[in-house]
């Protein structure tokens, strides 16, 4: 898998030229034709998440077919569902053949049911009518400043996670898939055969944990979260074949962390939440580990300037859900040592995750 990763110079140059592609296209067109294609892209994410939530992609897997033979498989109106494909189709989900029949594209395969390279809990996530309220609420959170979840919820996010189970259970697949979305990049630019107690940190059902494991044969685990969450990782470590390399501690990294770990993972963790909550799990984390530890945040960086970057865009998504943010190489660094730990490298991937290696330094 290591050698399908593309070099990061090159993936990064060739978004370089497709953005200025872009640009170039969006300067041949009248301003307010650029406004109203910009302003109208949440009909995609509804249009998409419609058809994965029929399941439309699975039923072309056989071969293409018919409006009418598609509407009849998943019990949906024939013409809506014709309309619906054309509209999937302009976009590059399915494909019209010249019989009128539609065909499945490598991006609608990626939206069938239980293949390993499905993206169709991150879809079911994104077009769900909870997500999509709380980014409803934006402009409110910018005039405030404060979340938008209780507004669009009625409750924090966590909070609806537990009440809402079909909700749940879909953001925490997507969690899982975007993990795994990340590990050949992350895998192919850092070695974790040199740890011997890898400790994930709110790892959710342990999809990273179990990676590193496969990668680091000779390592033993440990997951840090909610009570709630060790079925589910008992499950997923266990069809890993992990089940007797990792153990399992119930608990919140704000009050204590396990003390016997040479690696410390923070994925997608700090971004949760501002820099006072962030610094206060940092804190803990340094007043428990051993002074020879290393510590692996896998989060995003904010590039400079008007450098396109999922980051940016998902900078937003932290602060209407969480009150949460995305950060520049110098706030990381700033985070870090205002903590106690001293910042070794910062090594950019293919994917939107960035490694930020750091270790215990002078105790603020």
Known sequence: MMSRVPPTRLVRAATTVRTTVQK???????PEVGVLELASGFMATHAVYAATRLRIPDTLVAGPLSPADVAARVGTHEDATHRLLRACAMWGVFSEEPDGRFALTPLADRLRTGTRDSMRAVVLMLGDPSYQRVWAELATTVRTGEPGAER????????????????????????????????????????????????????????????????????????????????GAARLLGEAGLGDRYRFEAGSFFDTVPPDGD?????????????????????TLREHVRERATLLVLDGVVPPGNTPDFSKALDLDMMLFVGGRERTEPQWRA??????????????????????????????
């Open 335 to 364: 985070l870090l040592a205002d903590t106690g730990f001293r910042t070794t490298r910062i090594v950019p991937t293919v994917s939107p995750v960035s490694l930020i290696e750091a270790v215990p330094g002078r105790k603020p």
């Open 24 to 30: 170039l296209a969006a300067r041949m067109v009248p």
């Open 263 to 283: 690696l410390y993972l923070l994925r997608r963790v700090l971004h949760d939440y501002d820099d006072a909550q962030a610094a206060a799990i940092l804190t």
């Open 152 to 231: 669009a919820l009625g409750r924090s996010i966590w909070e609806h996670l537990e009440h809402d189970a079909e909700f749940g259970d879909v953001f925490h697949a997507a969690m899982t898939r975007l993990s795994a979305l990340d590990w050949p990049a992350v895998s192919a630019v850092y070695d974790f055969t040199r740890f011997s107690r890898v400790v994930d940190l709110g790892g959710g059902h342990g999809q990273l944990l179990a990676l590193v494991l496969g990668a680091a044969p000779a390592a033993e685990g440990v997951l840090v979260e909610r009570s709630s969450m060790a079925d």
